[in-house]
């Protein structure tokens, strides 16, 4: 079970992006609950629909004019 101390890994300024926040710390909850004896529930959302827009620069160069005309 996580405590609200060690609930969150550690971030990197540099290289954090939150949709890899998100992400890494639903992997570490399902390591850390998979010898459980119980059911257990993860919902993951992500954020990175919405503004303001947050990724890497590989993926936006791959996307760059795609949508201008709609």
Known sequence: MLTEDDRFLELDPE??????????????????NA???????????YTAPHWPLHAHEEDIARYEGKYRSG
């Open 15 to 32: 290289g954090y992006y939150f949709t890899d926040a998100i992400t890494d710390n639903a992997i570490k909850m399902l390591g850390e």
């Open 35 to 45: 010898e459980e004896d119980k059911p257990f529930f993860l919902h993951v959302t």
